[in-house]
């Protein structure tokens, strides 16, 4: 996971083709916009994740804070206590 393609999918592209993206990847066809990753499943989690962030960005949350609360989300999700 790159927190700078995230970022660069979440501020360049809206919601609807960020969820076009994401379907398109799952149903293994290639998506109209560039999404960085190793391989497809690091790809949908970075088009998952930058639609999280544009969902918030569109409901009135600066980006900044809505990326940080989402990779926060994610981090929270990781730990291991």
Known sequence: ???SSIRKLALAHDAPTLEQAADDLIEEREPAIEIEGEDDGERLTHINLALRIRRRVD??????????TVLADVRALLTND
């Open 59 to 68: 409901d009135g949350i600066d980006a900044k804070t809505a990326f940080r």
């Open 1 to 3: 996971m790159k927190a």
